[in-house]
């Protein structure tokens, strides 16, 4: 009985920016957990390779190429989904960026886009998703926060207050859609291993750091994000709202 909790046979999962890094992992993991999953990006190329591999896994795999920033192109993609008779029963918005400088040198069109992406995005996706989400009665929404969702590090404030953002839209979610069937949760990655991360994982000191501040003395790996975001979407969780799960080694729980 218990196991079958986590079975996510016969659902379907969008997951934003899934054609490589946490979000693939997230894709990969679902999959794993019997979920159809609908990969998202922006470059067509990308996403057909992504799907391409995980088909050949045997996963149920389908690609939906759209800007998270465009908010006509997500309504066409609900839209189409609809005529398809495609219902998201699971919605992962994992898309972000990263854009690290100072403040002093910030240009507001490069802090714009970060919130554009790293926090708006989730709100307009998952608004289109809860529509129909709660004409079921039922939905799972996760959103992707970070380290950053709690403490500030200097020469990323636009992803900070982003990051920030997204655990109050996951409460927000929360206290306006469990009525109506939805349960609304975050995950927090610490640092991990991703393409995102290269500048930071090939500098020496900043790599000293991370493995002197994280308990476990190392970076994650995207899939070990894959547990907690198979119980978040899964029946497991289902009287969870609100909440942000940190998967960092321990790092947000120590000074
Ligand atoms: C940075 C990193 C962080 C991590 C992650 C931590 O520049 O500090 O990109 O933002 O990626 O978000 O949770």
Do not use: H
């Not at 998202?40 to 149920?60: I, P, T």
């Not at 476990?216 to 909440?243: F, H, K």
């Amino acid at each position: 009985m218990s196991l079958k909790l986590f079975d996510l046979t016969g659902k379907t999962a969008l997951i934003t920016g899934s054609s490589r890094g946490l979000g693939r992992a997230f894709a990969e993991g679902l999959a794993g957990a019997g979920a159809r999953v609908i990969l998202n990006g922006v470059s067509v190329d990308r996403l057909a390779q992504a799907a391409q591999e995980m088909r050949a896994q045997g996963f149920d795999v389908l690609t939906s190429a759209f800007d998270v920033a465009d908010e006509a192109a997500i309504k066409a993609v609900f839209e189409q989904f609809d005529a398809e008779g495609i219902a998201v029963d699971i919605l992962v918005n994992n898309a972000g960026i990263q854009f690290r400088k100072p403040m002093l040198e910030l240009e507001t069109a490069d802090w714009q886009r970060v919130l554009d992406i790293n926090l708006t995005a989730a709100f307009v996706v998952g608004r289109e998703a809860a529509k129909r989400m709660a004409e079921r009665g039922r939905g799972k929404i996760i959103n992707i926060g970070s380290l950053t969702s709690e403490l500030a590090r200097a020469t990323v404030a636009p992803y900070t207050v982003a990051k920030g953002g997204i655990k109050m839209l996951t409460k927000a979610m929360a206290a306006e859609w469990g009525e109506k069937g939805i349960q609304s949760n975050a995950i927090g990655p610490g640092y991990m291993v991703t393409d995102m991360n290269e500048a930071l994982l090939s500098n020496p000191e900043f790599d000293a750091w991370v493995k002197g501040r994280v308990p476990m003395r190392r970076w994650g790996q995207p899939e070990e994000l894959a547990g907690t975001c198979i119980y978040l979407a899964s029946d497991a969780s289902n009287y969870v709202s609100g909440q942000i799960i940190y998967a960092d080694g321990g790092m947000i729980s120590v000074l």
